[in-house]
């Protein structure tokens, strides 16, 4: 089937919000690079994937609201449209997993794109098999069915002050024990600090932990992520009472109800 809003290329399903006929994680491709939207979606397809290759933002809005697609893989520099629009767009109507793609190499565009709620981020030209590993790593971490051990254990929660994480249901709760909306990095971040608690974390751990690139990632990566998390879970962020920061060394973790 041939979709001419696709530069030609021929597209695995149509452009609808029916579930595709593979059956493996549907992951929408939104660049406006004909060349590169045909390869990213040979190499999904040939891997395991349902690959729903887009041109631009309109097209992926005019899937509708409740879109069958499991992941948006985004060009940061959209022609005639800015990526980091679409992705808030996308997280904030539908909660989907992100990944942008850049060209670029501003430090600056990486903060931004994490400040949106993408779980990664990867430059151009980019490794095939990293990209296949990293699409897998944040969709196993989402909660991907196809992508999770078969034995799941019963609910685990881990309490910390008047909060806690269900790590099996991966939901952060408050007080009144309703849920606090967590984007996958923020979770993935809590959850670790809470397995390692009291224990000054560097944080270079924490960007092997957050399986980000230290070659294309740089400290305020994690500062970021530790900003947007303390509006979350402290009283008043500007003084932390489970979050703290210990300068020069990186963060760590209270607990308890007091530092």
């Known amino acids: 089937m041939e979709d001419p809003s696709t530069g030609g290329e021929t597209r695995p399903q149509a452009m609808t919000g029916a579930a595709p006929e593979q059956g493996g994680p549907v992951v929408a491709i939104i660049d406006d690079d004909p060349d590169l939207r045909h390869s990213v979606a040979e190499l999904l397809a040939e891997n395991g994937f349902t690959p729903l290759p887009l041109p631009d933002g309109a097209s992926f809005m005019a899937l509708g609201p409740r879109p069958r697609v499991d992941m948006a893989l985004i060009d940061l520099r959209l022609r005639g449209e800015n990526g980091l629009t679409l992705a808030i767009r996308i997280r904030e109507t539908l909660g989907l997993p992100i ?5 670029r190499g501003d430090e600056m565009d990486k903060i931004i794109g994490l400040e949106t709620g993408a779980d990664d981020y990867m430059m151009k030209p980019f490794n095939p098999r990293e ?21 799941r254990s019963a609910s685990t929660i881990l309490p910390f002050g008047q909060f806690r994480l269900d790590q099996t249901r991966r939901e952060l709760l408050g007080p009144d024990g309703t849920e606090i909306a967590l984007t996958n990095a923020e979770y993935r971040l809590l959850d670790y600090f809470l397995r390692h608690p009291d224990r000054v974390i560097p944080r270079t751990e924490l ?10 990632y ?32 990186g963060y760590i973790f209270v607990t308890g109800s007091h530092p």
């Not at 990944?99 to 060209?103: E, S």
């Not at 960007?207 to 294309?216: R, Y």
């Not at 900003?227 to 979050?243: F, M």
């Open 99 to 103: 990944m942008m793609l850049t060209g």
């Open 131 to 151: 990209l296949l590993a990293r699409l897998r790593a944040v969709l196993r971490r989402t909660g991907h069915p196809a992508l999770q051990p078969p034995d």
């Open 207 to 216: 960007l092997t932990e957050l399986g980000n690139d230290l070659s294309q």
């Open 218 to 249: 740089m400290d305020r990566t994690i500062d970021v992520l530790i900003l947007r998390l303390r509006r979350k879970i402290e009283a008043v962020p500007s003084k932390p009472v489970h979050l703290q920061t210990r300068r020069g060394l």
